[in-house]
């Protein structure tokens, strides 16, 4: 079959990086997404890695490790709105599957 | 900017009844998506498009059924609505060959008593 795996929750200070993880297991893709979903919103994209290794975006970073079968978003000098839930997707061919969602508390 | 709209935010329905989600994009997207979001399960596709009268199942296609007769319309049918059908219904479109990037609409969010 084919699932993401994400943390729950992660909680970090303002001012903090924090790292959420992405973990799966399908037969092949063409690359992993990241969006954003605050509370009563509606998701965001954020970041899209469709090679191995680190795609930059200002405070935000994704990357991707086809060999290890991992993801990971790093958010830098967090702010109290990154508070909200992130999503990792993969794409592949007419199959979009996303992970169940880590929800990040930024805490003052 | 993308823009994704739906028809409602807050839907009650009756078991049985016949029920019809629309969503409309203003981008001259070719992909549309329907997903279903909840808590616990993250978002899952139930079906998506890539053209006008072409449509694809996603994930969880039993119990629903889609529609796209022009470019920017993309509705998503509860045939006979059941109540393991309540959820958060989140509509989607991107360009051709950039399905990593979508743009959501604000979502429905149905109760079927």
């Known amino acids: 079959g084919q699932s993401l795996e994400q943390p729950s929750e992660v909680t970090a200070v303002e001012g903090a990086i924090v790292q959420i993880n992405c973990t799966y297991q399908?037969?092949?893709?063409?690359?992993l997404s990241w969006y954003q979903q605050h509370d009563g919103g509606a998701p965001t994209f954020l970041s899209y890695n469709a090679l191995d290794g680190l795609e930059e975006t200002g405070r935000f970073s994704s990357f991707l490790s086809r060999s290890d079968s991992y993801g990971y978003l790093l958010l830098q000098e967090l702010q109290m709105k990154d508070s909200a839930s992130y999503f990792c997707a993969l794409r592949g061919t007419y199959k979009y599957i996303f992970g169940t969602g880590t929800r990040l508390k930024v805490l003052a | 900017d993308v823009k994704v709209t739906q028809s409602s935010r807050y839907l009650v329905k009756r078991t049985g009844e016949k029920v019809f989600l629309e969503c409309v994009q203003d981008m001259d997207h070719e992909n549309m998506f329907w997903y279903r979001q909840d808590p616990g399960l993250g978002l899952r596709l139930i079906y998506f498009s890539y053209d006008v009268k072409m449509k694809e199942k996603g994930d969880i296609p039993e119990g629903y059924s889609v529609s796209r007769e022009k470019k920017e319309r993309f509705s998503l049918i509860l045939e006979s609505a059941s109540t393991n059908q309540t959820s958060m219904y989140l509509c989607?479109?991107?360009?051709?060959?950039?399905?990593?990037?979508?743009?959501f609409g604000p979502g429905t969010r149905l109760l079927v008593l």
């Open positions: 399908t037969s092949g893709f063409y690359g």
């Open positions: 989607a479109s991107s360009l051709l060959g950039k399905a990593e990037t979508q743009y």
